[in-house]
């Protein structure tokens, strides 16, 4: 069974980063489209960042500029740094393979911005 564990989740002030990491031991992320997602309170989960399986990278508008993807084949994780963050980006982030359309998901981690 292929389980994607996230982590870095937390509680962080406006205009602070954070970093998220997704790992996993059963998909090779080098060569596999990863997305990370987020839903929050009362809204639909929507794709922020992914990477497709030729390595390209893809943002949602409301991060441009804010939010990379990143990954480190080595340990066979992907990566979700976040700048410069609002309270808005408040929201359970998971990742999830592939990008589009997944069939994986993780299990999430919270991330609360304070204004």
């Known amino acids: 069974q292929v389980q994607l564990v996230e982590s870095g989740g937390g509680l962080v002030q406006a205009g602070g980063s954070l970093r998220l990491s997704c790992a996993t031991t059963?998909?090779?992320?080098?060569?596999?489209?990863v997305g990370w997602y987020r839903q929050a309170p009362g809204k639909q989960r929507e794709l922020v960042a992914s990477f497709s399986s030729g390595g390209s990278t893809d943002y949602a508008d409301s991060v441009k500029g804010r939010f990379t993807i990143s990954r480190d084949n080595a340990k066979n994780t992907v990566y979700l740094e976040m700048n410069s963050l609002k309270p808005e980006d408040t929201a359970v982030y998971y990742c999830?393979?592939?990008?589009?359309?997944?069939?994986?998901w993780g299990q999430g981690t919270q991330v609360t911005v304070s204004s």
């Open positions: 059963r998909i090779v992320f080098s060569s596999s489209a």
């Open positions: 999830a393979v592939p990008a589009r359309r997944p069939t994986y």
